[in-house]
């Protein structure tokens, strides 16, 4: 009989992998020293690293806190370092830190004389209530928009917010927004119980001429008639008291919310077979993308007036609000164009076997999956137009560099530049870095890539 017993019969105990090829140090080998070539811009760039670091910390955390002045704050480096280079002056941000969030923006605005006969508005107003109760009201707004796992009865909160967000800002009749907002339940009323009476193109005619002649003509007598028998507001904040931080947002949360269905129904006609309504829709792309924000932002500012009838008074704010607006909108046109260029013939083939009509086969099929491609896109549409904000400075608001600008001309702080726009750098880095994040997380939980 044949001997076997050089055959193992039992399976050998794992053995745990080399210390040097798992963990914190296998990382280090894979990524950082897995050849000489590597090893040396790893050196290279620890060592620049190291260069940067060694001259920003010192600067930014052996720093003034407190002084009135850049004289001020230099007297005080000497003293306690012996010289002033090299150390950062960040009583600038502790002496005007709220100006450069909230502009001219009145911390206590006093409601009503009927609601404080008596008592000043800072024994029960918190400071700078209504704008920080907006962007609270925001997020709010955004969260299940963004996030699908909340519960859906909070979008009640994101369909009013459009309308409360300018009369929390600005402020007026409570009846204003409340008129504008019932326009749109008559253009939507219309739509949905006009169709099988009309057919569709007729009830959208009549829907929106409806909501025109309701906005235009009905909703100023209504707002005051209500307010008569109802006086319920808030005091009004003018435009020029907008600034800061607070102006920044504003501008680039009307511009980001108002953008993409603007661009998603442009995208859409720019792919029409009807020649008008595509050619007006590359006319529009076209034209706005090919001249610069700033152009459009000075026709806001001085030439929009000249095509207005006289005695207009159209706030400038909202005239660049426009005008960022449908600056956005044609590239986010552009974006979305691409995602459905990208989408395969054979989808909407299926489309129409299933006998879907246009729009139903755009909401269920076509448009879900060319937004899920033109997420980086549109997120870095909206990051780029949220910085492009600070161009309205060139136009006279006071957005953070404009007031910026205002604080170093002032005698106080006169030389003073580093640490104001590195201020300025690190709030528009937080939302532009938390928006690119959110844009990632999308991605991974949609499977946009391809595997």
């Given at each position: 009989?044949?001997?076997?017993?050089?055959?193992?019969?039992?399976?050998?105990?794992?053995?745990?992998?080399?210390?040097?090829?798992?963990?914190?140090?296998?990382?280090?080998?894979?990524?950082?020293?897995?050849?000489?070539?590597?090893?040396?811009?790893?050196?290279?760039?620890?060592?620049?690293?190291?260069?940067?670091?060694?001259?920003?910390?010192?600067?930014?955390?052996?720093?003034?806190?407190?002084?009135?002045?850049?004289?001020?704050?230099?007297?005080?480096?000497?003293?306690?370092?012996?010289?002033?280079?090299?150390?950062?002056?960040?009583?600038?941000?502790?002496?005007?830190?709220?100006?450069?969030?909230?502009?001219?923006?009145?911390?206590?605005?006093?409601?009503?004389?009927?609601?404080?006969?008596?008592?000043?508005?800072?024994?029960?107003?918190?400071?700078?209530?209504?704008?920080?109760?907006?962007?609270?009201?925001?997020?709010?707004?955004?969260?299940?928009?963004?996030?699908?796992?909340?519960?859906?009865?909070?979008?009640?909160?994101?369909?009013?917010?459009?309308?409360?967000?300018?009369?929390?800002?600005?402020?007026?009749?409570?009846?204003?927004?409340?008129?504008?907002?019932?326009?749109?339940?008559?253009?939507?009323?219309?739509?949905?119980?006009?169709?099988?009476?009309?057919?569709?193109?007729?009830?959208?005619?009549?829907?929106?001429?409806?909501?025109?002649?309701?906005?235009?003509?009905?909703?100023?007598?209504?707002?005051?008639?209500?307010?008569?028998?109802?006086?319920?507001?808030?005091?009004?904040?003018?435009?020029?008291?907008?600034?800061?931080?607070?102006?920044?947002?504003?501008?680039?949360?009307?511009?980001?919310?108002?953008?993409?269905?603007?661009?998603?129904?442009?995208?859409?006609?720019?792919?029409?077979?009807?020649?008008?309504?595509?050619?007006?829709?590359?006319?529009?792309?076209?034209?706005?993308?090919?001249?610069?924000?700033?152009?459009?932002?000075?026709?806001?500012?001085?030439?929009?007036?000249?095509?207005?009838?006289?005695g207009t008074d159209f706030d400038i704010i909202v005239r660049v609000m426009i005008m960022v607006t449908i600056f956005a909108s044609a590239?986010?046109?552009?974006?979305?164009?691409?995602?459905?260029?990208?989408?395969?013939?054979?989808?909407?083939?299926?489309?129409?076997?299933?006998?879907?009509?246009?729009?139903?086969?755009?909401?269920?099929?076509?448009?879900?999956?060319?937004?899920?491609?033109?997420?980086?896109?549109?997120?870095?549409?909206?990051?780029?137009?949220f910085k492009d904000t600070t161009l309205v400075s060139i136009i006279g608001l006071l957005d953070p560099i404009g007031l910026s600008q205002?604080?170093?001309?002032?005698?106080?702080?006169?030389?003073?530049?580093?640490?104001?726009?590195?201020?300025?750098?690190?709030?528009?880095?937080?939302?532009?870095?938390?928006?690119?994040?959110?844009?990632?997380?999308?991605?991974?939980?949609?499977?946009?890539?391809?595997?």
């Amino acid at each position: 009989m044949t001997d076997h017993s050089y055959v193992r019969t039992e399976m050998l105990p794992e053995k745990a992998p080399p210390a040097s090829e798992v963990g914190v140090i296998g990382w280090i080998r894979e990524n950082l020293f897995s050849g000489w070539f590597n090893s040396i811009l790893t050196i290279l760039s620890l060592a620049f690293i190291y260069y940067i670091l060694s001259a920003l910390i010192p600067w930014t955390f052996q720093s003034v806190w407190n002084a009135g002045s850049l004289d001020e704050c230099r007297e005080i480096m000497r003293e306690t370092w012996g010289e002033t280079h090299g150390h950062a002056c960040w009583a600038v941000i502790n002496d005007r830190w709220l100006q450069l969030l909230y502009g001219f923006y009145p911390p206590y605005p006093a409601y009503p004389d009927a609601t404080v006969a008596d008592a000043p508005a800072e024994a029960w107003l918190p400071a700078y209530f209504r704008p920080n109760l907006t962007l609270i009201l925001l997020f709010v707004a955004l969260a299940p928009v963004l996030f699908g796992h909340l519960p859906r009865h909070l979008l009640i909160v994101s369909a009013i917010y459009p309308f409360l967000m300018p009369w929390l800002l600005w402020g007026g009749s409570v009846w204003v927004p409340v008129t504008i907002a019932f326009g749109f339940v008559i253009l939507f009323g219309v739509i949905k119980y006009g169709q099988a009476v009309m057919g569709t193109l007729a009830a959208i005619i009549a829907a929106v001429g409806a909501a025109l002649v309701w906005w235009l003509v009905l909703s100023g007598p209504v707002a005051d008639g209500l307010y008569a028998v109802m006086p319920v507001g808030l005091p009004t904040v003018e435009s020029r008291e907008f600034g800061g931080f607070m102006l920044a947002v504003l501008l680039g949360v009307v511009a980001i919310g108002l953008s993409l269905p603007i661009g998603i129904v442009l995208a859409l006609g720019r792919q029409s077979d009807l020649f008008i309504i595509k050619s007006l829709c590359v006319g529009f792309i076209e034209t706005i993308r090919g001249v610069p924000l700033i152009t459009l932002l000075f026709v806001a500012s001085v030439l929009l007036n000249y095509f207005l009838p006289p005695g207009t008074d159209f706030d400038i704010i909202v005239r660049v609000m426009i005008m960022v607006t449908i600056f956005a909108s044609a590239y986010n046109a552009e974006v979305i164009r691409g995602g459905l260029a990208a989408l395969p013939k054979g989808q909407y083939e299926g489309a129409d076997s299933l006998g879907l009509n246009y729009w139903q086969a755009q909401r269920l099929i076509i448009m879900p999956q060319a937004l899920k491609i033109s997420i980086p896109g549109i997120v870095s549409t909206f990051i780029g137009v949220f910085k492009d904000t600070t161009l309205v400075s060139i136009i006279g608001l006071l957005d953070p560099i404009g007031l910026s600008q205002g604080i170093r001309a002032n005698q106080e702080w006169n030389g003073i530049y580093w640490e104001l726009f590195a201020f300025i750098a690190l709030l528009f880095f937080i939302f532009c870095f938390g928006m690119s994040r959110y844009s990632m997380w999308l991605e991974r939980k949609l499977q946009t890539g391809h595997r």
